[in-house]
């Protein structure tokens, strides 16, 4: 099983639709977790930090469910500049130092 | 947020010879740094990680004596790829950690690497 696992996609979706990624993770000890967005040959780029009470940046929304081990991405109101990959990160500690394993990503277009 | 630049941002090379591949943390002090690889339409891999001034703690699988990482200071880490080959061929990214900002990565623009 993988540590991370997410729908690779791709979700194609109209502008201006609500769309929702979830992603699983293996390890109970994972401590941090994290959204990322990549666009094509570019670095992924950090959307936000996800916490366990839930946190919200304008349109986008992440949920935490540590009991089942996966974390959401909600995006409202999508536009055409939200196309990318978007990348589901877990931290957590090992051997003194930690790790950051990254899903293989969920692939959005946002059609017009 | 935080700057890392990474140099070459591409570099093409003949099967056998070795690539050096910068990442320099510009407007922070990356007590740690990551190098990850990644190939087309695949996820980003870690392998290794470095503490400044001690050796870099690698992935299961990851050659250490294939891929040499030297993290000698707390703004330049430095992966070379020695003899490299076209399997070697991908996406290399840096990130650095800052002291202070535990648990964010602020990454590299990547190193597009080509063997011949």
């Known amino acids: 099983r993988k540590e991370v696992e997410q729908d690779p996609g791709p979700f194609n979706v109209p502008e201006g639709a609500t769309v929702a990624f979830n992603c699983t993770y293996s390890?109970?000890?994972?401590?941090?977790f994290f959204w990322y967005r990549q666009d094509c040959r570019k670095e992924p780029k950090l959307l936000m930090s996800?916490?366990?009470s839930g946190n919200e940046d304008g349109r986008f929304t992440a949920q935490l469910n540590r009991a089942s081990q996966y974390i959401s991405l909600l995006i409202r109101d999508s536009k055409l500049s939200d196309s990318a990959t978007y990348l589901c990160?877990?931290?957590?500690?090992?051997?003194?130092?930690?790790?950051?394993?990254f899903g293989t990503g969920t692939r959005l277009k946002v059609l017009a | 947020g935080a700057v890392v630049s990474q140099h070459p941002s591409w570099v093409i090379c003949k099967s056998g010879t070795s690539v050096k591949i910068e990442c320099r943390s510009l407007?922070?002090?990356?007590?740690?740094m990551f190098w990850y690889r990644q190939f087309p339409k695949q996820s980003l891999m870690l392998m290794a990680t470095?503490?400044?001034?001690?050796?870099?703690?690698?992935e299961q699988g990851v050659e250490k004596d294939k891929f040499l990482i030297n993290h000698a200071s707390l703004t330049l880490s430095t992966l070379t790829v020695t003899s490299a080959h076209p399997e070697d061929s991908s996406f290399y990214i840096c990130?650095?950690?800052?002291?202070?900002?535990?648990?964010?990565?602020?990454f590299g623009p990547g190193t597009r690497l080509t063997v011949l």
């Open positions: 990130s650095g950690e800052a002291r202070g900002f535990y648990n964010e990565q602020f």
């Open positions: 407007d922070f002090q990356a007590t740690t």
């Open positions: 996800v916490y366990s």
């Open positions: 470095s503490n400044e001034g001690s050796k870099a703690t690698y």
């Open positions: 390890n109970s000890a994972s401590q941090s």
């Open positions: 990160v877990v931290n957590y500690p090992t051997s003194g130092t930690y790790k950051y394993i």
